[in-house]
Structure formats: C-alpha cells, structure tokens
C-alpha cells in the first residue's frame, strides 16, 4: 500500500512554489521575486490565492544557463 508521499512524489508538477525554487536556486525569495521583475529569471505563475509559482522548466533551463556560464568561465 502506498501512502500520500509515495503518490505525491509520483507525480512531479509542472509548478516549482517559491519555497522550492529557492532550495533548487540557492537563491533567497527576495533576489527570485527581483530578478523576476527584472526579467533575469522565468515569469511567476499566480495560482489559487496568493501562491506564487514558477514553471518547472524554466527554472531548470535557468539553472542550466547559469551552470553552463559558471563552466564556461571556468575554462
């Protein structure tokens, strides 16, 4: 039988909330909800109530992004 986690980690959202996007980022709220305005990071997504999320994608292509930068300078 599986509990609630197990079927909850089964289904990966399309949604990162802000909380998880700032584990995933390293970044703290107020630098994620900045450089959103700024145009630096992918667009909020306003869900129900006052939730704010991102979609997953784009926060993994910016992680991506800035990886490939953080290597290139490296190089």
């Given at each position: 039988?599986?509990?609630?986690?197990?079927?909850q980690a089964?289904?990966?959202s399309?949604?990162?909330?802000?909380p998880e996007t700032v584990k995933l980022t390293g970044c703290p709220r107020s630098t994620i909800l900045?450089?959103?305005k700024l145009g630096?990071?992918?667009p909020m997504i306003r869900l129900l109530g006052n939730r704010i999320?991102?979609?997953r994608a784009n926060v993994e292509a910016w992680i991506e992004t800035?990886?490939?930068v953080?290597?290139?300078q490296t190089n």
């Open positions: 039988m599986m509990n609630k986690t197990d079927s089964a289904i990966k399309p949604f990162v909330l802000v900045k450089y959103t630096l990071f992918p999320a991102f979609n800035r990886l490939d953080s290597n290139q």
